[in-house]
């Protein structure tokens, strides 16, 4: 037994590379507390040889100061790597203290530490949230190809070819989607052939008749004779007298003609109040066959002092009407229509009195300088027979608006400065009445100069007129190729175009009557209706979207759903 003990002791202290202090202080007391006793064996040499004992002992010795030798220099070792701590015990060596740093340095780096975690790491939970909830819409949108952008299991190349795939279908969807929006804002409107003649009614002709004589000459002579220091001698009175008739039916086919060496003392402005008060009474009367009765008005249009029959924009072009200031909607009454079982219908103007010229338009409409008119001598009794074409707009079409439908109704009105409502021809006026003020710096005085925000026109004199007759030629075609003209008139929705088909006069000794009429019926018109409306724009582009995609509209309900409500839910919400 004593042998194994010694055995176990030299295994240990001949290996001086495996100890540690530790090991070395355990070893070096368990030498102490063995003592060698006298009456044991120590080796069988001991009997044979002598001196055996002695040299086992000087070897021990050897031993333990070796022994005593490196646990020194694991003691030293250990002390320095502690910075120089003396041990007390083996728990010291096992466990040795962690160096502390001073307190308020530490407390200074563990604040700096904590901004830097709060400006670097505190934003990346939230950017993880969101992308967690992007993944979450992705996996569970009913949008078709979605899924496959956050699926599991797919790899970088797939995901790119659905999102190519993706992109290439809103792409398709954007694309077809504008030209349907396009072709909504620019031609929704189909214009159609209606042919069941005996369901509709036919609109009466309009005319506007303008009497040659203008000037009543005892009114003319007392006026002279009133004002007689105006005149120098009787040249003089007799060049008044032929500038007053010139101005009366003055128009921009004759402007050379007025005489411009002399004004007489007459302001440009007092021309129109000077020619109502020297007009001659022109008093014709109306009668007709249809079972509406039919009103002439006196107007004002671009040839003079005229009258109007069955027309529903004359009154706004009265002279009373425009010295009145009035800028409210006068009760015209209804159109006069006439129908293929009433028969031929005709209407006369008797009492004329006088050659005139004739202008045929539509109820909703004013004469031009630009439509063809038709004189007729003071003798004779003149039947004029028309052919109507009508176009109307169905009711749908009052939803669009004018650049959608490409017409106005007469109510539309708002761009419109002299009149309260709309008509083509009082838009063509206008337009040259602005074309005249922005050229020649005044307007003529058939127009009314003063405007529906109260600012008021000058009117030309004589300079002013001479400027006119330069460019009478682009007033009359409004176009020109120095001056830029955008009059952005469109046609009346609901419109009557009428066409001499055939007249005849024959000498009356009455004096000169007017009779006209429709003989012959319109077998066909034309109908303004909505071909594409806004409903067919949501089919079509709603059509678009799921056949590319496979959603609907509650897909795009979801989308909103997820990236409002949801997403404040999920990103700020517990």
């Known amino acids: 037994m004593q042998q194994e003990e010694n055995r176990s002791l030299d295994s240990w202290t001949d290996s001086e590379d495996s100890r540690t ?7 070096q007391q368990q030498l102490k507390s063995t003592p060698i006793r006298s009456g044991s064996r120590v080796g069988p040499g001991l009997l044979l040889f002598p001196g055996t004992a002695q040299r086992a002992d000087q070897r021990r010795a050897a031993k333990e100061h070796q022994l005593q030798k490196s646990v020194s220099n694991a003691n030293a070792e250990q002390d320095a790597s502690l910075n120089r701590r003396k041990a007390n015990s083996i728990r010291s060596f096992r466990r040795p203290p962690l160096w502390q740093p001073p307190a308020i340095k530490a407390e200074a780096e563990e604040s700096l530490k904590e901004e830097q975690e709060e400006q670097q790491v505190a934003p990346l939970p939230y950017l993880a949230k969101l992308q967690a909830f992007i993944i979450e819409f992705l996996q569970g949108s009913s949008i078709h190809g979605f899924i496959y952008l956050a699926k599991f299991g797919l ?25 349907t929006w396009q072709r909504f804002q620019t031609s929704p409107m189909v214009i159609s052939m209606d042919r069941n003649k005996l369901v509709w009614n036919t609109s009466f002709p309009s005319l506007t008749v303008c009497p040659h004589k203008r000037i009543d000459d005892i009114k003319l002579e007392d006026y002279i004779e009133a004002h007689s220091e105006k005149f120098e001698d009787e040249d ?29 003392g007459i302001d440009s402005s007092d ?27 006196e107007t004002q249009t671009e040839f003079g002092i005229c009258h109007s029959v069955n027309s529903l924009v004359a009154r706004y072009n009265t002279y009373k009407y425009w010295r009145s200031g009035d800028w ?30 004739v202008y045929f338009h539509g109820a909703g409409d004013v004469p031009s300088i630009s439509k063809q008119r038709y004189t007729f001598p003071e003798s004779d009794y003149t039947t004029v027979e028309l052919i109507a074409l009508e176009i109307y707009t169905n009711e749908d079409a009052r939803a669009f608006n004018t650049k959608q439908r490409k017409c106005r109704f007469q109510y539309e009105a708002d761009e419109m400065q002299t009149v309260p409502i709309y008509s083509f021809g009082l838009c063509l006026s206008e337009c040259r009445m602005f074309f005249a003020l922005r050229v020649c710096g005044c307007v003529p005085h058939f127009y009314r100069n003063i405007l529906r925000n109260g600012r008021r026109l000058p009117i030309c004199g004589l300079e002013g007129i001479g400027c006119l007759v330069k460019i009478k030629r682009e007033i009359i075609s409004l176009k020109s ?28 000794f009455l004096g000169a009557n007017l009779q006209w009429g429709i003989i012959d019926y319109p077998k066909m018109q034309l109908r303004r209706d909505v071909l594409f409306s806004f409903a067919d724009v949501l089919v079509y582009i709603g059509g678009l979207v799921g056949f590319f995609l496979g959603c609907s509209a509650l897909s795009f309900t979801e ?5 409002t409500a949801r997403l404040v839910r999920r990103m700020f919400c517990n």
């Open 236 to 264: 003089d009175k007799e060049f008044f007298r032929d500038f007053i008739i010139k101005l009366a039916s003055l128009t921009y086919d004759n402007l050379e003609t007025l005489p411009l060496n002399k004004s007489y």
């Open 155 to 179: 790899n970088f190349l797939e995901r790119m070819l659905w999102f190519a795939f993706i992109c290439v279908a809103l792409f398709s969807i954007i694309s077809l989607s504008q030209r």
């Open 271 to 297: 021309y129109l109040s000077l020619l109502y008060e020297l007009k001659w009474p022109f008093e014709p009367e109306i009668s007709s066959g249809a079972a509406v009765k039919m009103f002439i008005y």
């Open 559 to 563: 989308i909103i759903y997820f990236f």
């Open 481 to 508: 190729d120095k001056y830029k003209i955008n009059c952005n008139c469109l046609s009346n929705c609901d419109d009557s175009n009428f066409f001499v088909q055939s007249y005849r006069s024959r000498v009356w």
């Open 328 to 357: 409210s909607l006068l009760d015209h009454g209804d159109r006069v229509t006439v129908h293929p079982l009433d028969g031929e219908i005709y209407a006369q103007i008797i009492n004329l009195s006088t050659a005139y010229d």
């Open 21 to 27: 202090a530790s090991t070395a202080s355990l070893v």
